[in-house]
């Protein structure tokens, strides 16, 4: 490749990395879609009236089973910019920047300029990172701070730099503030298999070094649980070090689920199949990156091999622990696959294997939008088709065309062409939930009449739902058939029902239907 056609390349991945920060900034408009970030949100806003920001708790008094970081995120976020759904979201999109700029510099300490651009690109526009983005959670937190632990870890191991120790020592404390012992669990473990398979060459300082990281450690990390747990008590132990959700039990059992929900087979595949759906649009070239950077040990250590030790790790603890199953538990490795496949995209020695890999999944995905349109769905499911459809379409063109450009040789254009094709999914995934997420969703709608309305107290017939407690401001009951009835008679009360328990209400005072919202609720009132 000459000297313009490397310069173009630059060019091009930086104007598409602009626009793919544009696209996720446009998610910013995205209403709340999953229910962890309202309870959070709760969470959060709860310590803002309170003050207390040390000993936090769930709106239903038990100890609250995170660690403080995100907390503290989205009430500082809160703070400034008021409940808005763009303000809870704000912090953790800049948080996911920072990942790409942390992914950039990770390539950089082995990859060219263009390579490294290409490893930024692939994490921004790959569909589990660019998803877990726009929803605020720890996840996204976790995998900065285990990048940057990874990053400072082997600009240590390259210079026996005392402040890069004392920084992966840090960074190691805020992954534990964002989601607990695994923040501490996962560096580690990479760090002993890099050491058992790859044996660099330490540093004759590193006793010191090793001393200054956990000291590092230790007062980033330790003051809070420390607090926390004289306030808390044994639930708190109990919580995040024993059996309960952060705890070292939950490496062991389910959490989430039964354990007996799911063979145990289809636990030990999970993993092998979340992450080349995770990776898309970049699988064709996950196989060629684990491959180049397993082969990379040729040389002597390395960045690349470091990396593919790092998914491996990842990938293997996941799968072997007994503890649920689920797709976002594999972002910590996200980073380390982006440089990899980034390493891979440069060079025409994997574009015929990219390209068949590219245009099975394009075919499956054309395969599932004829089916689809075939198909007569139930409304609550038909709500959720011009979703799929804004997004899968765009999709199936953009690996179908790069992989076909691929067989004809033509790798930067498909490149560019698969970017951009993925990067226009996404922005048309989001202007479709933008528009249709009030038909699928009732909460919003709910709220909107309901913090109308003077009501002391509303109650909701069903299971609890995050999404009230966030948008409603009165106090919220979730209550039962009996439970609203027997309220209902008794006390001035604003009440969310299904339409077919109207009829439950027969002999109280007379329900004033105030609003309707999807799914055949009903918003009533008795005074």
Known sequence: MDHDQIVGGERWFRWIGAAGIAVLLAGLALPLTDGDTAFYATVARGALKSGEWVALYSPGGQVFDKPPLTIWLLGLSMAAFGSAEWALRLWHILLALATVFVTYRLARLTLSVRQSLAAALVLLTSGQFFYQSLVPQQDIPLTLFLAMAMYWYLRWEQAADTRAAVLTGISCALAVLSKGLIGMVLPVLIVVVHLALDRPTWPRSWPRHTAAAVLAFFIVAAPWFVVAGLRQGRAFVDTFF??????????????????????????????????????????????????????????????????????????????????????????????????????????????????????????????????????????????????????????????????????????????????????????????????????????????????????????????????????????????????????????????????????????????????????????????
């Open 242 to 527: 024993l059996s309960g959700a952060l705890g070292v039990g939950r490496f062991f059992h389910p959490a989430l689920s039964s354990p007996s929900a799911t063979p145990a087979w289809t636990g030990m595949l999970a993993y092998l199949i979340f992450l080349p759906l995770g990776m898309l649009p970049w699988t064709g070239w996950l196989w060629p990156g684990l491959r180049d950077g397993w082969q990379a040990r040729a040389g002597g250590p390395s960045v690349l091999r470091f990396c593919t030790v790092w998914l491996l790790t990842v990938l293997a603890f996941l799968t072997l622990s007994p503890g649920d199953k689920v797709i976002r538990y594999l972002l910590p490795a996200i980073p380390a696959a982006a440089v990899l496949i980034g390493h891979a995209t440069d060079g025409d020695r994997w574009s015929k294997l990219a390209s068949r890999v590219s245009i099975a999944i394009g075919g499956l995905l054309s395969a599932a939008l004829a089916w689809l349109s075939r198909q007569s769905l139930p409304a609550d499911a038909a709500a959720y088709l011009p979703l799929v459809l804004a997004f899968l379409l765009p999709l199936t063109a953009g690996l179908i065309g790069g992989a076909l450009l691929l067989f004809r040789s033509q790798r930067s254009q498909a490149l560019v062409f698969i970017s951009t094709l993925t990067l226009i999914a996404y922005g048309m995934l989001t202007a479709a939930t933008v528009r249709q997420w009030d038909r699928i969703s009732p909460w919003r709608p709910i709220s909107r009449v309901i913090n109308q309305i003077d009501a002391p107290r509303v109650l909701i017939m069903g299971e609890r739902s995050p999404f009230a407690e966030f948008y409603v401001e009165h106090p919220v009951e979730f209550v039962d058939r009996e439970g609203l009835i027997e309220r209902w008679r008794a006390e001035s009360v604003v009440a969310v029902i299904p339409v077919d328990a109207l009829a439950s209400l027969a002999g109280g005072p007379v329900p004033v239907i105030v609003g309707q919202a999807p799914g055949r609720l009903l918003i009533i009132r008795n005074f």
